[in-house]
């Protein structure tokens, strides 16, 4: 088959579906096509490790209703070519898409651990893996969760919620250390283990054997790990695969200007897999996290119908740990200057990451609202310390 699209976004995630919808709002006759590898129409990957296992939402629910911005859908089919001269791409059944503009939003792929997986290995990412662990998730059944970032942590919080009994892998010293500051780390640690979890903090997983009914992990430590199953949250690489095929520049992501373009003058990118200038914090990112997706993918949508402004935003995050929550921006990385404002130790506050003077991340802990004036302080020249800095932002709900 020959397929042809004006607009074509490689992809079906959630940067494509905010990406459809935006190129239909400027031209609405687009014609738009969206490739996906996935079987099911875009969806929202974080309530794949939050609200899906609390029973607040189905997998009905978290449908993107991509179909309402009239594009179609190839699903089930991952492109395999990219020949921008021609305007073409193939896909691994050999059929051929043509378009007059092409958005990359091919997203990222977990890290995988060092052994032979079978399905009892589960390297998180996909509604299909969400499915795949709930089968496994039964009260009392034992799950090894490898990693101990923003998905171990909240898929060890999910399976505890389940009934599960988890044990932590993680090679840091604490959970989300090098990111939260030494006494929220050690406080989390401390949560995990009341609620039940068992940490192998400063581990690594070595080896594996995944049999038909459980899963052996050989430890850094010496130690070996039997579970009835393994969920692993290691990181992502983005997929650039086709962009390094088709020779657009590429950086730990593909590199793209202002309005979001690739080096190609008709292929732009967004979401997970784009490499973007940030003007408040003076650097490039590559930034995985749902707030990028949906807006970079907004903007790029637009830009692709003909806008011209840039993208200048600096993405939030978000994340939830048991009863704990928080949203973010910009750096969380404990090498900076920390700077800690607490009402409630390790409850409600901000943490400011400083570095020379400016702020270059603030978390929000338990503490809503504040996005903005977050963003606000991150583009401020400063200069800034810890006195000026606490009780700036109000702490808390
Ligand atoms: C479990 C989980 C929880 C998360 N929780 C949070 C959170 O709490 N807060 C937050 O801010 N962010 C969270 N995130 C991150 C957020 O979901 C991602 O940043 C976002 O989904 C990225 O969207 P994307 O469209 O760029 O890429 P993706 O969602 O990765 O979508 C890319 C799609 O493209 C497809 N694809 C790739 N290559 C090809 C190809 N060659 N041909 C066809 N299709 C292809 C892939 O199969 C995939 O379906 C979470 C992510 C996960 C996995």
């Given at each position: 088959?020959?397929?042809?699209?004006d607009y074509?976004?490689?992809?079906g995630?959630?940067?494509a579906?905010?990406?459809a919808?935006?190129?239909?709002?400027?031209?609405?006759g687009?014609d738009?096509?969206?490739?996906?590898?996935?079987?099911?129409?875009?969806?929202?990957?974080?309530?794949?490790?939050?609200?899906?296992?609390?029973?607040?939402?189905?997998?009905?629910?978290i449908a993107l209703?991509?179909?309402?911005?009239?594009?179609?859908l190839?699903l089930?089919?991952?492109l395999?070519?990219?020949d921008?001269a021609?305007?073409?791409l193939?896909?691994?059944?050999?059929?051929?898409?043509?378009?007059?503009?092409?958005?990359?939003a091919?997203?990222?792929t977990?890290?995988?651990l060092p052994f032979?997986a079978?399905?009892?290995?589960?390297?998180f990412?996909?509604l299909?893996d969400y499915r795949?662990?709930?089968g496994?998730?039964e009260?009392?059944?034992?799950i090894?969760?490898v990693?101990?970032?923003f998905i171990g942590?909240?898929?060890?919080?999910?399976l505890?919620?389940?009934?599960?009994?988890v044990t932590?892998v993680?090679p840091?010293?604490a959970?989300?250390?090098g990111r939260?500051?030494?006494?929220?780390a050690?406080f989390?640690d401390?949560?995990?283990?009341?609620r039940?979890?068992?940490?192998?903090?400063?581990v690594?997983?070595?080896d594996?054997?995944a049999g038909?009914?459980?899963?052996?992990?050989a430890?850094?430590?010496?130690?070996t790990l039997?579970?009835?199953?393994?969920?692993a949250?290691l990181?992502v690489t983005?997929?650039?695969?086709?962009a390094e095929?088709?020779?657009?520049?590429?950086?730990?992501?593909?590199?793209v200007?202002?309005?979001?373009?690739?080096?190609?003058?008709?292929?732009w990118?967004?979401?997970?897999?784009?490499r973007f200038?940030n003007?408040a914090?003076?650097?490039?990112?590559?930034?995985?996290?749902?707030?990028?997706a949906?807006g970079?993918?907004?903007h790029?949508?637009r830009a692709?119908a003909?806008?011209?402004?840039?993208?200048?935003?600096?993405?939030?995050?978000?994340?939830?740990?048991?009863d704990l929550g928080?949203?973010?921006v910009?750096?969380l990385d404990?090498?900076?200057?920390v700077?800690?404002?607490?009402?409630?130790p390790?409850?409600?506050?901000?943490v400011?990451?400083?570095?020379?003077?400016?702020?270059?991340?603030?978390l929000?802990?338990n503490?809503?609202?504040?996005?903005?004036a977050?963003?606000?302080?991150?583009?401020?020249a400063g200069p800034?310390?810890a006195?000026s800095l606490?009780?700036?932002?109000?702490?808390g709900?």
């Amino acid at each position: 088959m020959d397929y042809s699209h004006d607009y074509l976004i490689v992809g079906g995630g959630m940067a494509a579906d905010a990406a459809a919808k935006a190129i239909r709002e400027r031209d609405a006759g687009a014609d738009v096509g969206i490739v996906g590898a996935e079987p099911h129409a875009p969806y929202q990957r974080p309530p794949l490790s939050k609200a899906l296992w609390k029973g607040d939402k189905t997998p009905a629910d978290i449908a993107l209703g991509t179909a309402a911005s009239g594009a179609a859908l190839h699903l089930g089919r991952r492109l395999v070519s990219l020949d921008p001269a021609a305007h073409l791409l193939r896909d691994e059944r050999g059929d051929s898409f043509r378009y007059r503009r092409l958005l990359l939003a091919t997203g990222a792929t977990p890290r995988r651990l060092p052994f032979a997986a079978n399905e009892r290995v589960i390297h998180f990412r996909t509604l299909d893996d969400y499915r795949a662990l709930r089968g496994y998730a039964e009260p009392g059944a034992h799950i090894a969760v490898v990693g101990g970032g923003f998905i171990g942590s909240e898929l060890a919080a999910a399976l505890t919620g389940a009934g599960c009994r988890v044990t932590m892998v993680f090679p840091g010293a604490a959970i989300g250390a090098g990111r939260y500051p030494d006494g929220l780390a050690a406080f989390l640690d401390d949560d995990y283990r009341a609620r039940g979890v068992t940490l192998c903090a400063g581990v690594r997983v070595a080896d594996g054997r995944a049999g038909h009914d459980s899963v052996e992990l050989a430890l850094s430590d010496g130690e070996t790990l039997r579970a009835d199953a393994v969920v692993a949250g290691l990181g992502v690489t983005p997929d650039t695969a086709l962009a390094e095929q088709a020779g657009l520049a590429v950086d730990d992501g593909i590199v793209v200007d202002a309005q979001l373009r690739s080096s190609d003058p008709d292929i732009w990118a967004a979401g997970d897999v784009a490499r973007f200038f940030n003007p408040a914090l003076d650097r490039h990112l590559r930034v995985e996290h749902e707030d990028a997706a949906t807006g970079m993918g907004r903007h790029a949508g637009r830009a692709m119908a003909g806008a011209l402004d840039s993208y200048d935003t600096l993405p939030f995050f978000y994340s939830d740990l048991f009863d704990l929550g928080y949203e973010a921006v910009g750096l969380l990385d404990t090498r900076l200057e920390v700077v800690e404002d607490w009402r409630e130790p390790y409850r409600e506050g901000v943490v400011y990451y400083l570095e020379r003077g400016r702020v270059r991340g603030v978390l929000l802990w338990n503490t809503w609202d504040q996005v903005d004036a977050a963003r606000a302080l991150v583009a401020e020249a400063g200069p800034f310390d810890a006195a000026s800095l606490r009780g700036r932002l109000p702490r808390g709900a």
